[in-house]
């Protein structure tokens, strides 16, 4: 998505990047339900790749559970920041995953261990990072500052 966002904002296609953001996205979410699927049904199979022990399968397939609708927020995500960053702001993402981490995951995670107090908290405060994330990318998307971004301006590229 950044190539594409960054090849569009240098040709001045500022709505070409809009349109395949919307498509990318589409994508990325259809491959990740589809991947969603197929782990939650063969989660068991999947982690017995990596283990035979019981405690451990137990434990992978709860994490994968809890971790599932993540990756679909995680997809749309990863497309949103790839389309800011190609299109020239990589400071928005930047702070925002700074920001994400630091004030979001770090004191959820501290604070879930503590009400839980049981290894699946860590899962939790996850899951919750990753829609956190996903609500700043959409917002940073839909403010559109990305829009005005772009590196080279466009008498630059053609020699005018």
């Known amino acids: 998505m950044s190539v594409y966002a960054g090849q569009n904002m240098g040709a001045g296609k500022v709505d070409r990047i809009s349109k395949g953001t919307k498509q990318c996205a589409l994508l990325a979410f259809g491959t990740a339900l589809g991947l969603v699927i197929l782990v939650l049904i063969f989660g068991r199979q999947i982690a ?16 994968l559970r809890i971790l599932a609708a993540g990756y679909l927020t ?17 400071v928005t993402p930047m702070w925002a995953s700074l920001i994400n981490t630091v004030v979001i995951r770090v004191p959820v995670a501290y604070l879930f261990v503590h009400i ?9 405060s996850l899951l919750v990072a990753w829609f956190s994330n996903t609500i700043l990318a959409f917002t940073a998307y839909r403010i559109g500052k990305w829009r005005t971004k772009g590196i080279v301006k466009r008498e630059e590229v053609t020699g005018t």
């Open 48 to 63: 017995g790749l990596f283990t035979q022990t019981e405690e451990v399968l137990v434990m992978s397939i709860r994490f």
């Open 74 to 90: 995680f997809s749309i995500n990863m497309v949103l920041w790839g389309a800011i960053r190609g299109s020239g702001d990589a």
């Open 116 to 124: 839980m107090a049981e290894p699946v908290a860590l899962m939790y």
